[in-house]
């Protein structure tokens, strides 16, 4: 083999923060890479786990009444420490087994998955209500911001003050 047939390229389209892997924490990424929740029902999987709860967030053709052509995510370079921070907070309860959020930045379309949070635990009680406080908190402090493209051609950011 020469020289050259043993280099191997590798690119980054995701920016993640995964701890080791028994952590209760699966995943953390803030991606430019489309997000698939199948990935992340695989990394949920527990042994222990009676339920998994898997959030997915579309982009949708409206909001206010107004037509959406479009929107595009960006992200502070801070998103993913503070994704993680959030996690580790919800990691601490004791009838978690497993976490995980993949939140997606760039350019997206109508039906495209912009977001997916998933919690395991042994009862389905436990993995909906946090999956639910764990997606709300996100969207409230994790600094990511959307720009919505309206039919009208107007467009608003959103999250950004």
Request: charged letters at 20%.
């Amino acid at each position: 083999m020469s020289s050259i047939e043993a280099f191997i390229t590798v690119t980054l389209t995701t920016v993640s923060l995964l701890p080791d892997p028994t952590s209760k924490i699966r995943l953390a990424a803030i991606s430019t890479s489309p997000v698939d929740p199948e990935t992340l029902r695989q990394v949920l999987a527990d042994p222990a786990g009676g339920a998994v709860a898997i959030f997915v967030g579309t982009v949708r053709n409206h909001d206010g009444g107004r037509e959406v052509l479009a929107l595009s995510y960006s992200a502070h370079p801070s998103a993913g420490e503070r994704l993680t921070e959030i996690l580790k907070r919800y990691a601490k309860n004791s009838k978690v087994l497993a976490l995980g959020v993949e939140h997606r930045i760039g350019d997206l379309g109508i039906g495209d998955i912009a977001v997916v949070c998933g919690v395991t635990s042994a009862h389905r009680d436990v993995a909906f209500s946090v999956c639910s406080a764990l997606i709300e908190e996100i969207k409230a402090e994790v600094p990511i911001w959307k720009n919505e493209t309206f039919g009208d051609g107007s467009n608003v950011w959103i999250g950004a003050s």
